[in-house]
């Protein structure tokens, strides 16, 4: 079955504590994204990766690292967690990021809380 | 700079009767549009894709319209059921980069039977 996954789905950690969210998808996909969902605000993208070993930075990037060593995965590292990132976080992967607009397809969430 | 409006408000409709969502979007004239359907706590879902040179779109009980002059997408569900049900977004590409889609915050739909 074609999908992302993300673990784990929820996570309840304390802050400066370093944590990783792994994402995986296993649809060849080129490109990959973060994104973070806060009430209100909707989603906002963290980072994103064309492809392996190409990463940039999205609308809200502090506090965040990515790496993408492999085509399939692309884990969300957070260094030193800080109350602010409480948040539902989202993966997501799509054929590419070009222009012809592929859809995006996402995991099912982390609930991020730091205390 | 871009910025996209959904009605946030929950739009309640009685079963059977078309949903009509809006997005309106400013400051720039966008390539395509994309609608994702959001149930609670989970993933956005990937509905329709409409380019800016297509006045429309379907796909089954759902209809996209795009107007450009506008600046404006209605997303219609047409005899709608109780199991759609949903938060639905809309999504356009950052103007200059394809790589950046921006999405509005939602608008959340109750169909009652």
């Known amino acids: 079955e074609a999908q992302v996954t993300q673990n784990p789905r929820y996570l309840i950690t304390v802050t400066g504590k370093k944590l990783t969210v792994t994402c995986s998808q296993n649809m060849n996909h080129e490109y990959m994204s973060w994104y973070r969902q806060d009430p209100g605000l909707g989603l906002r993208q963290i980072y994103y990766?064309?492809?392996?070993?190409?990463?940039d930075k999205g609308d809200v990037p502090e506090g965040y690292k990515v790496s993408r060593k492999e085509k399939r995965n692309f884990p969300l590292i957070l260094e030193s967690p800080s109350p602010n990132q409480t948040s539902l976080y989202f993966c997501a992967s799509s054929l590419s990021g070009g222009p012809l607009g592929s859809p995006l397809h996402f995991g099912n969430g982390t609930r991020l809380t730091v205390t | 700079s871009q910025k996209i409006e959904q009605n946030s408000e929950a739009l309640n409709i009685q079963e059977g009767k078309t949903a009509t969502l809006t997005c309106n979007y400013t400051?720039?004239?966008?390539?395509?549009l994309q609608w994702y359907r959001q149930d609670p706590g989970r993933g956005p879902v990937f509905l329709l894709l409409?380019?800016?040179?297509?006045k429309e779109k379907r796909k089954e009980r759902l209809k996209v319209t795009f107007d450009t002059t506008l600046k404006q997408s209605l997303f219609h569900i047409t005899a709608s059921q109780p199991a759609d049900s949903a938060t639905y977004l809309c999504a356009l590409p950052v103007s200059g980069g394809y790589n950046k889609l921006i999405f509005g915050a939602g608008t959340r739909l109750a169909v009652h039977p």
């Open positions: 990766s064309m492809n392996v070993e190409a990463t």
């Open positions: 400051n720039y004239s966008p390539a395509y």
């Open positions: 409409i380019r800016e040179n297509e």
